[in-house]
């Protein structure tokens, strides 16, 4: 079956599912609740690459190097 995307369903639970429409499901393996502050979206890095969620200081101050020096 060319041009067919294989979708494979992830059977753990996933929390916050039924938030999202249905036509998505199939596609999302896994939520990650953050805790909004003013560091969500390093927190979100963090969590998309397999970091601590601890570790996202270490991002914020890799990314402040790169743009000011």
Known sequence: MEGKTKVIKNNKS???LDQFHLKCHPYIFDVIDLKIDSH???QFVVALLGMGRDSWPFVRMDLFK???Q
């Open 14 to 16: 996933v929390p916050m």
């Open 40 to 42: 969500y979206g390093y």
């Open 66 to 68: 790169e743009v000011f």
